[in-house]
């Protein structure tokens, strides 16, 4: 198995954590980065020393599609702890579960590694079983548990975890050609004011009222944009979703469906139909959200959500790249018709905006959005471009401002500018604090490919010294705040080249 420079990274950092006896770690990385097989390396010197490793997954349909990764990458030993299931055998060293079977289990087997897949669906369970940061279970306090996910970001897992590393961000790997590109289009708009929001999000049932009137906007356009594209369609509930599928039946567009109650020869076919193009359309609620790894090329959003680790793994159903026996994808379209792009903004920025894990006592990114760049839908054909963006890539539009000055009679008084406000005195750094601080710049050096001493540089013009008391400083994710100081230097160091070119012509 031969892993790619920034999975060896990630494995090399599990390993020193581990080493540095952290025993809970979390790794976040994009959908579709590989992180199963990631996990199939860790297994693989799990077993090399002889050790048993438990591999947890949150649904039953994941079981089998684990067990069908380990064994392409050449792990066969594996058992399945998963009700009745035909690979049931607790004598292998190897034991995919299923999180439902383990809860129910009055004595659970002894391992010396275990792995949680998709943790961001979090289990009470887990702290039932592992214990919680402030009493941990004796008998599992010294065993590595890691636990992986492209959306780790529930409130209070910073607390639970003693280490977190993110493998890499959901543009770098587009940039790489790992993930694919995706359009967006919005189509159209719902009307939303007034539904009530329940544990964090719209309330289902009043939601469900409200996208009924889009049903056949979205099937139309789907027909004028989505190019036959093989679709995955979200709904609020059944009702909608099945609303949906008669609307793109009736318009001759063959479409499945798919809920929690859908049994798992139905999804194998549903899936089977959708790969050999009998079936266009899949229409779901809530089930092809996590973990799937079909061939997806247009995602219908029908299904408004204020849940940023919903919509990102939403949207990453359709990052995926196209498998290697089929034709080449060149991006994923999303028609977003419920409006989560202009609430919540793009996926990639999303990603970048969350770094590091939700301590349980500060508020979980109230003004997030305000960190981000939320796009601009194109007045023309719905695109949504990044903002400050006059032309639009789609169909060329440019943007004209319009003055919405009226003229009115009245008499002409004096404006006095305001006074100019006193600029508070600059929060003063202690040693910690700058020591992190260069961690910050190095790793962000690190992951730009800069030339190395970049990030002394850069640590000398904020403070005015070398960092010479700092070499040791541990890599660690930058903050919001220092990704925001370094783009107003790199916009600084670009406005001011110009102005040199500018002198330049005049000499």
């Excluded at 050449?74 to 383990?102: E, F, R, Y």
Aim: charged share 30%; net charge positive.
């Amino acid at each position: 198995m031969i892993l790619r420079d920034d999975q060896s990274d990630a494995l090399e950092v599990l390993r020193d954590s581990v080493a540095n006896r952290n025993r809970r770690i979390c790794l976040q990385c994009p959908t579709a980065w590989g992180k199963t097989v990631l996990a199939s390396e860790m297994v693989l010197n799990a077993r090399a020393k002889n050790k048993k490793v438990a591999f947890c997954v949150p649904a039953i349909s994941l079981v089998d599609q684990t067990v069908d990764m380990f064994a392409r990458n050449g792990i066969l030993d594996v058992g399945v702890m998963q009700a009745k299931h035909h690979m049931t055998n607790w004598d292998m060293p190897i034991q995919v579960c299923s999180v439902q079977t383990l809860k129910r289990l009055k004595q659970l087997p002894k391992f010396d590694v275990v792995l949680i897949d998709e943790c961001h669906i979090w289990f009470n369970f887990y702290e039932k079983w592992l214990g919680t940061p402030d009493n941990r279970v004796p008998e599992w306090e010294n065993v590595p548990v890691i636990a992986l996910s492209a959306t780790p970001w529930r409130k209070g897992h910073g607390a639970w975890f003693d280490d977190y590393h993110k493998a890499a961000t959901i543009r770098e790997m587009i940039d790489a050609g790992i993930l694919s590109p995706f359009k967006v289009y919005a189509p159209s708009h719902p009307d939303l004011g007034g539904v009530r929001i329940s544990n964090g999000d719209y309330n289902e049932a009043e939601l469900s009222q409200r996208m009924q009137p889009l049903v056949a906007d979205t099937v139309d356009t789907w027909l004028r944009l989505g190019e036959g594209r093989p679709t995955l369609c979200y709904a609020v509930d059944r009702a909608h979703a099945m609303k949906l599928k008669q609307q793109f039946e009736s318009k001759g567009v063959p479409c499945g469906y798919q809920d929690h109650a859908t049994t798992d020869s139905e999804r194998a076919r549903l899936k089977r139909e959708f790969h050999n193009g009998k079936l266009k359309v899949v229409c779901n609620v809530e089930t092809l959200t996590t973990g799937i790894d079909w061939d997806v090329r247009c995602i219908s959003l029908n299904r408004p959500t204020r849940s940023d680790m919903l919509f990102v793994q939403i949207i990453g159903r359709g990052l995926r790249q196209a498998p290697p026996d089929a034709p080449p994808k060149d991006h994923l379209l999303i028609l977003d018709h419920s409006d989560n792009h202009s609430r919540l903004g793009f996926v990639t920025d999303i990603d970048e905006s969350f770094v590091g894990l939700h301590d349980g006592r500060a508020p979980r990114h109230e003004n997030r959005t305000n960190e981000i760049r939320l796009p601009k839908e194109c007045p023309q054909c719905g695109f949504l471009k990044l903002p400050k963006m006059a032309q639009c890539p789609a169909c060329q539009f440019v943007a004209k401002v319009v003055s919405k000055i009226e003229p009115e009679e009245g008499e002409l008084r004096e404006l006095k500018p305001r006074p100019k406000p006193v600029k508070p005195e600059g929060k003063r750094w202690g040693p910690e604090e700058e020591r992190r601080f260069f961690g910050e710049l190095m790793a962000y050096g690190k992951r730009q490919m800069y030339k190395e001493g970049w990030a002394a540089m850069k640590f000398k013009e904020k403070f005015g010294v070398w960092p010479n008391a700092y070499k040791d400083a541990p890599l660690q994710v930058p903050t919001p705040e220092t990704l925001s100081w370094i783009k107003s230097r790199n916009i600084y160091w670009a406005k001011s080249k110009a102005r040199e070119g500018q002198w330049g012509d005049l000499r």
